[in-house]
């Protein structure tokens, strides 16, 4: 059994996978951070140098890998469930759990550093024109999660604990 989390950029996804791994004593990956390891570049470095598209088969050959282990907190890309391959190994004796949060909850968030770590918020347009609308194109996507917690007006802790208590009814 492994939990994975998807949602958007700033949507809390690591720190709380982080977390929740750490409780239930499983290990916890995070697909972006994995894929910076083996290429020993930073993520907006591979956008710049090799494309979104070379980005998108980094996280298909990342997911693929990581798909197969076992008791496991895996935390995606924003984008990474957009893909039905992706989605189709993601889910294999998996929860999914989407981390829900507002436009503007998620700008917040991702504010706190500085934006150039996400290329795709480089984009001429706001960043919450961005987010709003790759939130718009993913919604139905990100819906398809064995579990949707909404986020806003939630601490890390009353997340976590949300989620430990949601696998706790699983298992
Ligand atoms: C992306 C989100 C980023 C990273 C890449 C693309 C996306 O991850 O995978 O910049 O498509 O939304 P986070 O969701 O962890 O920021």
């Given at each position: 059994m492994k939990l994975v989390l998807i949602g958007?950029?700033?949507?809390?996804k690591s720190t709380i996978g982080r977390r929740v791994a750490k409780e239930l004593n499983w290990a916890f990956y995070d697909v972006d951070s994995e894929i910076e390891r083996v290429q020993n570049l930073k993520i907006p470095e591979i956008f710049a140098l090799k494309g979104e598209g070379k980005f998108r088969s980094l996280e298909k050959e990342m997911i693929q890998k990581l798909s197969q282990k076992d008791k496991v907190v895996l935390s995606t890309g924003g984008g990474a469930p957009c893909s039905a391959e992706n989605w189709k190994a993601l889910s294999q004796e998996a929860v999914i759990l989407w981390l829900k949060a507002s436009p503007k909850q998620l700008l917040e968030r991702v504010q706190k550093?500085?934006?150039?770590?996400?290329?795709?918020?480089?984009?001429?347009?706001?960043p919450l024109e961005v987010i709003t609308q790759l939130l718009n194109s993913r919604e139905k996507i990100y819906k398809k999660a064995d579990y949707i917690l909404e986020t806003d007006g939630w601490t890390i802790p009353e997340v976590c604990q949300k989620i430990l208590d949601l696998l706790r009814t699983k298992t």
């Open positions: 958007m950029m700033g949507s809390g550093k500085p934006l150039e770590v996400r290329p795709l918020l480089k984009q001429g347009i706001s």
